[in-house]
């Protein structure tokens, strides 16, 4: 891909720099894979359905002992990952490739 040296550097960058959370939690809110509660949810409606994100949604979060910068972060990693996510699919489907 034309882009791939940014792509990579990117989430380099959102998985590798100092940050409230670990990489493994960002890599997973990133991949949308096993997150505790309530940040799987959180992390689902972001990447699916990022306007209906209410303040209620990051309350929760802060309720669940989550600072602002840790909500930021798991928040970036999210949208970066469903970004890369649309990306790939929409990338093969000019390829002629069936959806999953």
Excluded at 70 to 96: D, K, N, Q
Aim: no cysteine; charged share 20%.
């Amino acid at each position: 891909m034309r882009y791939e040296n940014f792509q990579q550097s990117l989430v380099a960058a959102v998985l590798n720099a100092p940050g409230d959370t670990s990489p493994a939690l960002r890599s997973a809110a990133m991949q949308r894979g096993a997150l505790p509660a309530p940040v799987a949810s959180y992390v689902d409606k972001v990447a699916r359905h990022a306007y209906t994100v209410t303040d209620a949604d990051v309350t929760a979060l802060q309720q669940a002992g989550h600072s602002d910068d840790s909500i930021f972060e798991i928040t970036v990693a999210a949208t970066v990952g469903a970004a890369l996510y649309r990306l790939e699919r929409g990338m093969a489907a000019l390829r002629g490739e069936e959806p999953d």
